[in-house]
């Protein structure tokens, strides 16, 4: 277990409100080993940003960690103050956003941005850190990079900026990034690149990756792990090829059998019926069971299982009995 | 940048010209000159040799010209109160505003920028809420208030600070300072809140809710998750991203600092520019009046110019060619 990069034990955030107390993750467990990537799937609300969040420790109040424990390279960063946290972001964390167009600060150039995010981080000089800027520009196929790095945000495009913005999450040589929806914003034609460029980044520095996405198309190609959320709890873990093969949570199946893809051929797209239910109303027993196949009395009493770390597959009472 | 600072140039010029034509205007419609000139025993005669020789026969635009010609080399003409040429009476009383504002500015902006940076970071402390609901009172509280309560408050009560005058002044030959005496000092303290408190509290409100709004923005959160440490965050990158606003505002606030100094000034007695202009108005000194107007507004125009200018040392974005096809 040395090479285990993330370990997140049964890990809950709540959000007080006048609604009553909301859970955006509830007990959600999950580890990432050194050098792999896990996807996280779900739907919108299902709880994969807030828990990309969690891990990083920014979390917009009111919600906050109220239970279970996140641990990054052995040490435990969840009950980390203020300051210790901040220095665990960006050195041992970096973190892409899904928005490259606003994610960099428009007034500074960029290569600013890379040198005193470096110096913040590592012991090296200012000249140090810009020779190390441009070759982390070069890196993410920035050409020209020696005079980009006088430039600003607004004279690259989308693409370019999200590569930037991996320069930046990954300048202080982290062992985790979290990339939450890295693409989303970006044109079809560059995101291919873009999850490409990550995916070899961090093979190289042996970086693990916490794939933040609803593109299960993303998930497949890159992942080694995926989990799939369902309204704030893992409804699904395990390797990539199994998940997407022979998925055994109802949820998943549903999932997989309402993606399109090319081996279907034009036959009609399935889909789930009804929508994830808001967190103010989830029902009692297994989040799922309204929309599920497979629901028996037992979903509508008990909540299903809780998924821990490195066992079992789907949170589900039947699960496998439906069938893909 | 050089082709946008020669248009913006060109715009001051076209706002001066019209600014002098409603001041030169008063010459002709606020009462006759020749009225005020002569006293009350006069014949026709004197009245027609007294115009001819003013050049007030001669047709509006001749006139408008010649008006704006002399402006130009600085002469206003003579107070028709002092029987002075009215640029050296202005001359003398400048250095009085131009300190007092000067000072009121920089108290205005500092404390300004500072507190609205306080009050954004700790928004639900009870320090920053305090100084929150004190500022409504800079807002809401007229200036002559303010500066008649500070002058009973220290000036009356307690007697620390003087409340009228500008104490003792120290000749440069060309500029009268109040800086280098003690009594010039203290003279200063009053009459500088006063006129700078509602400016600072507007540039405070200002600071506070820009800040707000750009530590939402996805930026401020993607510093905090490069680990960048709190004062980077917040000056580094949340304070210049909100300058653009700040800056309009704040230049616009400089220029009433000096127009507004007129209330401050009758209240404090303070010699400057602005009691010099409300005397002329009480006595219809209408080339006194002229000339102020042409000065505020030549101080607008100029403050003006350097804030936009500013906008370009700021912000990069703006800094794009224009001749481009890319343009908006």
């Given at each position: ?23 955006p ?9 050194k050098?792999?990537?896990?996807g ?67 007034l ?10 470096m ?5 090296i000089?200012a000249s ?17 990079a020696a005079?980009?790095?006088?430039s ?6 989308g ?23 890295p ?22 520095r ?17 992942a080694?792990?995926?989990?799939v ?5 893992m ?12 998925p055994?949570?109802?949820?998943t ?11 279907k ?10 929508a994830?239910?808001r ?35 789907a ?7 439906a069938?893909? | ?9 060109f715009?001051?010029?076209?706002v ?91 108290l ?6 500072a ?10 402390g ?5 100084v ?16 008649i309560?500070l002058i009973y ?14 104490g ?29 408190l ?21 930026y ?12 980077s965050?917040?000056f ?29 000034e009758?209240?404090?007695q ?20 002229a000339?102020y ?15 936009d ?20």
């Open positions: 277990m040395t090479d285990t990069v993330l370990k997140v034990v049964n890990l809950t955030v709540k959000i007080p409100t006048r609604q009553g107390v909301l859970r993750v509830d007990k959600l467990s999950l580890e990432i080993a050098g792999k990537i896990l996280v799937v779900g739907e919108s609300g299902a709880g994969k940003s807030m828990t990309g969040n969690a891990v990083i420790g920014l979390l917009d109040p009111p919600a906050h960690i109220s239970g279970g424990e996140i641990w990054l390279n052995g040490k435990r960063i969840d009950t980390l103050t203020r300051e210790p946290m901040r220095a665990v972001r960006g050195k041992q964390i970096g973190m892409v956003f899904q928005d490259p167009l606003t994610s960099l600060n428009p500074l150039p960029i290569g600013d941005q890379l040198t005193e995010t110096l913040e981080h590592l012991d000089s140090e850190a810009e020779k190390r800027a441009i070759a982390a520009l070069e890196e993410v196929g920035i050409p020209g005079e980009r790095i006088k600003y945000p607004h004279e690259f495009s693409g370019m900026r999200q590569r930037v913005v991996i320069a930046l999450a990954l300048c202080a040589e982290p062992s985790l990034v979290v990339a939450d929806e693409t989303t914003a970006l044109d079809v034609s560059v995101q291919a690149q873009i999850i490409a460029l990550l995916k070899r980044l961090c093979a190289e042996g970086t693990a990756i916490m794939l933040i996405t609803h593109d299960m198309g993303v998930i497949a190609e890159t080694d792990d995926v989990a959320m369902y309204a704030g709890r409804a699904e873990l395990g390797p990539v090829r199994d998940v997407l093969t022979r055994t949570h109802p949820y199946q549903g999932l997989m059998a309402s993606t399109p893809l090319a081996a051929g034009g036959k009609r797209l399935n889909q789930i019926p009804g994830m239910p967190l103010t109303e989830l029902p009692a027993g297994c989040a799922f069971h309204p929309r599920c196949p497979i629901a028996k009395d037992k979903c509508r009493a008990d909540p299903a299982p809780t998924l821990g770390a490195g066992d079992g597959r949170a589900c009472w039947f699960a496998g009995e069938g893909p | 940048m050089l082709a946008f600072a020669i248009r913006r140039a715009q001051s010029l076209i001066l010209l019209v600014v002098g034509l409603v001041a030169f205007s008063m010459f002709n419609f606020v009462g006759d000159p020749i009225d005020s000139m002569l006293g009350q025993e006069r014949t026709g005669a004197d009245i027609e040799r007294l115009r001819t020789q003013l050049g007030l026969d001669q047709p509006f635009p001749v006139q408008y010209y010649r008006f704006l010609e002399s402006a130009v080399q600085g002469n206003f003409g003579i107070s028709y109160r002092l029987g002075r040429p009215v640029s050296k009476i202005i001359a003398e009383r400048l250095p009085a505003t131009l300190e007092l504002a000067m000072v009121s500015a920089v205005a902006i500092v404390f300004g920028v507190l609205g940076v306080f009050t954004a970071i700790r928004r639900n009870w320090a920053a809420n305090t929150m609901t004190l500022s409504l009172i800079g807002v809401s509280l007229p200036t002559f208030l303010i500066g309560l408050l220290f000036a009356v009560e307690l007697g620390w600070l003087p409340s009228f005058g500008r003792d002044v120290v000749d440069l030959g060309w500029w009268r300072t109040g800086f280098l005496t003690q009594s010039g000092l203290k003279a200063l303290v009053l009459p500088a809140i006063t006129l700078g509602y400016q600072m509290t507007l540039i405070m409100r200002l600071v506070r809710s820009e800040m707000l709004e750009v530590l939402r923005q996805d401020i959160r993607f510093a905090r998750a490069r680990g960048l440490r709190d004062r965050v917040y580094r990158h949340a304070l210049k991203n909100t300058l653009v606003p700040v800056i309009t505002v704040t230049g616009m606030q400089l220029g009433s600092i000096i127009a507004f100094a007129i209330i401050t009758t209240v404090f303070w010699p400057g520019v602005g009691l010099l202009f409300i005397n002329a108005i009480r006595f219809v000194d209408i080339p006194v009046m000339a107007l042409m000065l505020i507004s030549v101080m607008f125009v100029i403050i003006n110019f350097i804030v200018m500013l906008y370009f040392a700021i912000d990069p974005r703006l800094r794009v060619d224009r001749t481009g096809s890319a343009q908006k």
